[in-house]
Structures are given as C-alpha cells and as structure tokens.
C-alpha cells in the first residue's frame, strides 16, 4: 500500500515552481529582446535641431547609465528569472533522497566483478570502515560510521547471499518489498492547521479576487478598444462630429475630443499656473480663433478639464510654445505620440464614406503636427526650415523655382547664422513628383466594365541644392518592360534596380520621436468630392539619382472598374504625413470601353486583313505607304484575262463606232 507523504525538503515544488515559471519565462524574454533589440541605424537629418532632440529621444526610451529607464517587463523579467535562480540552488543543494539502490555503486566496483573480486574487495571496506577500527574525524560521528558500515555490509550480502540477492533483483531493494513513498510537491506548512487561514486567505485571493480581475479587466478592455486601437468612444466622436465638408480645423477639433478617452489619467492641478499662461499665449497668437477650436473640441466647459488640458498642450506644440515644467512636457509627449494613432483611425472613418475633404485634411494635419506649423490659409511651408519663423514665413517671396529658394535667400542676405543649418536640412526635404499614372489591365489593352484595373503611379523625389532650387532632373524615358514585370508581380512597391531602398530619419526637430517620411497615393473623385479607392500608404520614395540608376519608383493600387461604359476624369494626390506642402496631384481619366463594340471592331479589322488590294492599284500603294499586306501583281489569271476580255471589248467598240461613221457620211452623199 503506497503511503504518501508531504515534501519536507521543498524539491518537488520547487521543481513544479521552476518550470512554470521556465515555461512563461522563456517566451516572455525572447519577445522583450526582439522587441528592444536596437533599431537598425539609419541615417538622420544632421542640423543642429535634430541631432539634439535625436539625442533627447534616446535618453528618454532607454534612460542614462546614472538613471536607468525600468519598464515593467523588465521588472518582471528580473524578479522572475531571480527567483528561478534562488529555486535551482536551493535543489542542488539539498539532498538527492529518491535514489534507486545499487549495491555495485554503494561499494564501488564494477557490475562485472565476480564473487571472488567482490570479497576481495569487502574485505579492504572492511578494515577501513569497521566501528572498532575506524578513527573519528572532525567532523564524523560514531553513529555516522556505524550506517556506512551497515550499507556496506548490506550491498555485499545483496551480492553474495541469494537471498537477499533474489529480493534485490524482484524488488530492488535487499530487504525485499518496500513500502511506496509518494510524495507530494506541497509543503508541509501549507497544510499545517494553524496556517489554515491564511492559505485559504490566500486562495481567495488569487482565485475569488486578482484571476476575475485580470481576466475581466482584459475582456473589458478589448471590448473598449477599436480594430485601429483606439477608444470606442472616441471613433463614436469621430463618427458624428466629421461631415462631407470637413475641414482641418473640423479634424482638429474631433482629435481634441478623443483626448477625453484615449490618454492616461493625467493629474489635475498640475502646473495650472503655466497651463493658463499657456493658453493666454495661444489666444494671443490665433487672433480669436483659440474659442471656435475649443467649441469644435467641446472642450470649453469645465467639465472637460482633461479634454481642455491635452488640447492647450496640442496647440502649444503646434504654435512651437516652449514648456518648463516636467508634467507637462510629459503630458504633452503622450498627446502628441497619440496623435498617429487617432488620426488614422479617422482616416478609417472618413474613407469607409468615401469622403475626400476630410481625408486629406488627416492626412495634412500628420505633417502639421510633425514639423509643429499650426494649419492656416496661409503657405506656412518654409516655416520647416531652421532660422525662419512660423510668423515671418508668409511674409517671404515666393520664388518661381521652388518655395525654400526665396527662405534661403533671405537668410543668406542677412548672414544669419542658420544658414548652414537650413542648407542641411534641404538635404532631407525635396520635392514630390508624378512622373507618370496610368491605369492598366493585365493581358488587356482595354478596360471593360467591372474588369480589374491597376493604377500605376511613378514617384520620385527631386532633391533640392543648396539655394533652395529644384535640382532638374531628366524626363526617364519609358520601358513597357519593367512596367509589364512589376504588374504581373504581387508586390504593391516595385523593387528598385540597385536594392532595397531605405530612406533615413526625416527633418523633424520638434516630434518627440524618430520619424520616417511616409506618403499616401489617392484617386479621388473631385467633382463629387469622393475617395474612389482606399489610398495605400507608402514609403521610401527615392530621391532621384541618375548616377545609381534611381529614376522613379512604381507603386499600384488595384480595384475593380465600375460598371458603366463612358470617360471618368479623376484625380491622383499624394500627399506626405510628414512636411507640409509636400503634395503633388495629377489628373488621370479612367476610359471604359463597351465589349460589344470592342467585338464589332476586331471583326471589322479581321474582313479588312482578308480582302488584300492588290499592289498595282491606288488602294495597294496606299495600303503599301501604311505598311499593310497587298495582293502581288499578276498573282492571278483571272484578273488578267478581265482586263484583256475588257480590252478587246473597248476595240470592237471603236470599230463598230467608225463604221456607223462611214455609213453616215455616204448616206449624206
């Protein structure tokens, strides 16, 4: 019968303990290690500006050597793999109590030693272990010698006697069966009855309290959250407060209103002083229009702190308000990193209705909020560049060769120290070109209705000198080849000849984060104000180098043709999330084609290859001057004998004519 017994010494739940937590442990840590290995290094805007605020993104994410940023994963990570440390020592240090019992190893000789070997040998155990022969060490007791003695006596019993050999063999053991000792991996202190109520304190705890809350808290919170990850409450605000004619000002003020739900609970009272000075200085610099946002955001009521709170620190980035107090300058971090997220999500919204206004004013609000320019009627596009003021920006000439041209200029006439700044800058800004769309169908040389259509698009960047102008750049000359390649391909974004390209981090001095250029291509309905197809976002454009064999690059978007035959003139923009003005648009005009007619056509086509002309007739010259097939001369008699039947014909004419003309005259005789 199997008598069952506690763990005193601890190893079995230690060994349940290390590898539970081995088998969450391990994943958790490989996932924390992809997800912190270092970013590829990638080449960044080198002005001043954003070598420092690269150099205060990096200290904010990792922390410095004197004060190391802990994440929570971390902290979990360390604690755990800590206390699987304490557990494997705490087993290779106790002792090793479910043994199997081997008499050849008690002994220490070899299991094919023979009888004669094996008394040999007990014989020298012996005289060395014998009570009344052995000397004590330090450290040895009597009674410790004494069971070495037994155990040595025992396994040489289990091998000489047969007996006791036969009980080892059937039951491992030289004293025959042996009781079954089961132990359970509990200690014995959890099971003590004065401990009795805190271990079941403790199980209610974990299993009535912490276990539903988590779980609860998890399935709440999924139910709270959007597919784009945002609150559903604020794509609800985005549902109703956006319209067909939204404006950037109608998107700001929905994005103000999702701050009530999609921020951490900021603290209230906070730096209040500031915040009002801040928000004194906003109205000083909007002439007025700080109430009207505040309406748009409803965020004018007391009600609405946080809402109010997150807007002012939105606008303060946007208008390049400096922030001392380290709350806030945390607060607004969080709002503007928020930002991405949001609009996108309203971005969603806008194009599940196929609205263009609203679309394209998220998409502009994204390079707003990255160079911090506040959106206005006015061209506010050289404001991006270090030395020029949001403020002074309007009040430059506009130059026919590119709008950094007239900026540069300026601060060259004026020896402004931030020239070289600004001439660093252009390197990472350029301008946006079309150089071709078209839409295409694979194996067709027509679109019919309802067929699948490719738009293709050619983009490219035109990078920028050092005075501010549009470096020209040839117009690439057009290959069917590549073309037809990357339209049978299943890739959105062609492959470039020289590789992969990767383009660095953008100019962005005022973003709290590294900041890769990205664009969106959309065709857009522009008379009925509609978003045709959903826009595909898109990245890498390449600046154009005609030294590396970079002219353009193609992207595609597919979608179905509609319906009905006719001519439908659309528009192509793109527009980037990062530098305002950076836009570019072309007309395009999708031409659908009736099958039926197409069939009449080749038909046609197909009697006119039939009848040939022939090569000495005014249709076989002109058929020959076109580069048509023509009948050869003489390449059939019976057009030969017509002609001679026709002319024989005309001669018997002539003479039966002149006879009846000599008739005539001898009547008249």
Avoid at 296 to 303: E, H, R
Wanted: charged residues 30%; glycine residues 6%.
């Amino acid at each position: 019968m199997a008598q069952y017994s506690y763990d005193e010494s601890g190893n079995m739940a230690a060994y349940f303990l290390i590898s539970f937590l081995s088998i969450f442990l391990v994943p958790y840590s490989l996932s924390s290690l992809v997800s912190s290995s270092k970013p590829p290094s990638l080449p960044g805007c080198q002005c001043q500006q954003c070598t420092a605020q690269r150099e205060r993104i990096r200290k904010r994410e990792r922390g410095s050597i004197f004060t190391p940023k802990l994440r929570r994963r971390t902290l979990i990570i360390i604690v755990g793999w800590s206390v699987v440390a304490f557990l494997i020592y705490k087993v290779k240090q106790s002792a090793v109590e479910n043994k199997i019992y081997d008499p050849f190893e008690i002994l220490g000789i070899s299991t094919s030693a023979t009888v004669k070997e094996i008394k040999s040998h007990y014989k020298k155990l012996s005289r060395k272990f014998h009570p009344d022969k052995v000397k004590l060490a330090v450290n040895e007791t009597m009674e410790a010698v004494e069971a070495k003695f037994v155990e040595i006596t025992k396994a040489y019993k289990a091998l000489t006697d047969e007996t006791i050999r036969k009980n080892w063999e059937l039951y491992g053991h030289p004293d025959g069966r042996q009781e079954i000792s089961m132990g359970i991996a509990i200690p014995p202190w959890v099971v003590e009855s004065r401990n009795n109520v805190w271990v079941l304190g403790a199980y209610g705890l974990i299993f009535g309290g912490a276990l539903p809350a988590i779980v609860g808290r998890w399935w709440f919170g999924n139910r709270e959250k959007t597919k784009d990850g945002i609150h559903s409450r604020s794509a609800a605000a985005f549902f109703k407060g956006l319209t067909e004619e939204s404006g950037i000002d109608e998107v700001a003020g929905s994005l103000g209103k999702a701050f009530e739900w999609d921020l951490p609970n900021s603290k209230l009272g906070k730096a209040d002083a500031e915040l009002a000075e801040l928000e004194k200085k906003i109205k000083e610099r909007l002439h007025g229009k700080w109430d009207e946002l505040l309406k748009l955001a409803d965020a004018d009521s007391k009600q609405y702190a946080k809402r109010k709170r997150a807007f002012i620190l939105l606008y303060a980035h946007l208008l390049r308000l400096p922030v001392q107090n380290p709350t806030l300058q945390k607060e607004q971090t969080q709002v503007l990193l928020q930002t991405p997220p949001l609009l996108n999500a309203m971005l969603n919204i806008s194009m599940a209705r196929n609205w263009l206004l609203p679309t394209i004013a998220a998409m502009r609000l994204h390079a707003y909020l990255a160079q911090a320019i506040a959106p206005s009627p006015v061209d506010l596009k050289v404001a991006q560049l270090p030395g020029i003021d949001p403020a002074d920006a309007s009040n430059l000439p506009k130059s026919e060769s590119s709008d950094y041209a007239a900026a540069i200029s300026s601060l060259s006439k004026s020896d402004s120290p931030a020239l070289p700044e600004a001439q660093k800058a252009l390197e990472r800004l350029g301008k946006t070109e079309i150089v071709d769309a078209s839409f295409k169908v694979i194996g067709e040389r027509f679109v019919t209705p309802s067929s699948f259509v490719h738009l293709l698009v050619k983009l490219r960047l035109a990078p920028l000198a050092k005075d501010g102008s549009v470096v020209p750049l040839p117009k690439p000359e057009v290959n069917e080849k590549r073309d037809n390649e990357f339209l049978n391909s299943k890739k959105d974004t062609e492959d470039l000849p020289s590789g992969e390209y990767v383009s660095g981090y953008a100019h962005a001095p005022y973003w709290p984060a590294n900041r890769k250029p990205s664009w969106w291509i959309v065709l857009a309905d522009v008379k009925s104000n509609k978003v045709v197809v959903p826009p595909l976002k898109i990245t890498d454009v390449p600046v154009a180098d005609p030294a590396r064999g970079i002219d353009y690059r193609t992207y595609k978007i597919q979608f179905q043709a509609p319906q009905t035959v006719g001519l439908f003139t659309w528009k192509v923009f793109v527009v980037s999330d990062t530098f305002v003005g950076d836009e570019a648009a072309r007309d395009v005009v999708l031409k659908i084609d009736d099958p039926s007619v197409l069939a009449a056509e080749e038909d046609a086509d197909a009697e006119d290859d039939i009848s040939e002309p022939e090569e000495d007739s005014l249709a076989g010259q002109m058929a020959l001057m076109r580069g048509g097939k023509v009948k050869k001369a003489g390449s059939g008699g019976g057009r030969r004998e017509e002609s001679d039947e026709e002319s024989s014909s005309d001669e018997e004419e002539e003479e039966e004519k002149k006879r009846q003309d000599s008739d005539s005259d001898s009547d008249s005789d």
